[in-house]
């Protein structure tokens, strides 16, 4: 797949039947985050930093392991358990971005109360 805008992301992202995110080594996990945004449900990778950001909000896999990765995936075609990770994906995004958004203002006020 070529480079892709901001705006074709998002509706990628957003028109997915779920993210597969098989990484080895990840410091964040902001793929698996924007995908969240939308809820789309994710299935990530569990050697990686993923599993402090995302939490129980997505499906966890041995990245080299194409059969458990398929496994997650299979499981999602389950209505109950697909509708149950949207679910977990939109609180867990809300949750980390109000996260951010508090850490932020508490460091400026800190910061402003210091000057």
């Given amino acids: 797949m070529d480079y892709v805008d901001r705006l074709q992301l998002?509706?990628?992202?957003?028109g997915a039947y779920a993210l597969i995110?098989?990484?080895?080594?990840?410091g964040f996990g902001y793929p698996p985050l924007e995908a969240m945004k939308y809820g789309t449900p994710v299935v990530a990778s569990?050697?990686?930093?993923?599993?402090?950001?995302?939490g129980?909000?997505?499906?966890?896999?041995?990245p080299y392991s194409s059969a458990e990765i398929a496994m997650r995936i299979i499981e999602l075609e389950d209505v109950a358990i697909y509708a149950e990770y949207r679910k977990?994906?939109?609180?867990?995004?809300?949750?980390?971005?109000k996260r951010q958004k508090d850490d932020l203002n508490k460091l400026i006020n800190e910061l402003l109360i210091s000057i």
């Fill in 10 to 14: 998002e509706s990628l992202l957003c």
């Fill in 21 to 26: 995110y098989p990484t080895l080594n990840e």
């Fill in 46 to 54: 569990s050697f990686s930093a993923v599993s402090e950001i995302c």
């Fill in 56 to 62: 129980d909000s997505v499906l966890y896999s041995n």
């Fill in 88 to 97: 977990r994906s939109l609180n867990r995004y809300e949750y980390i971005t």
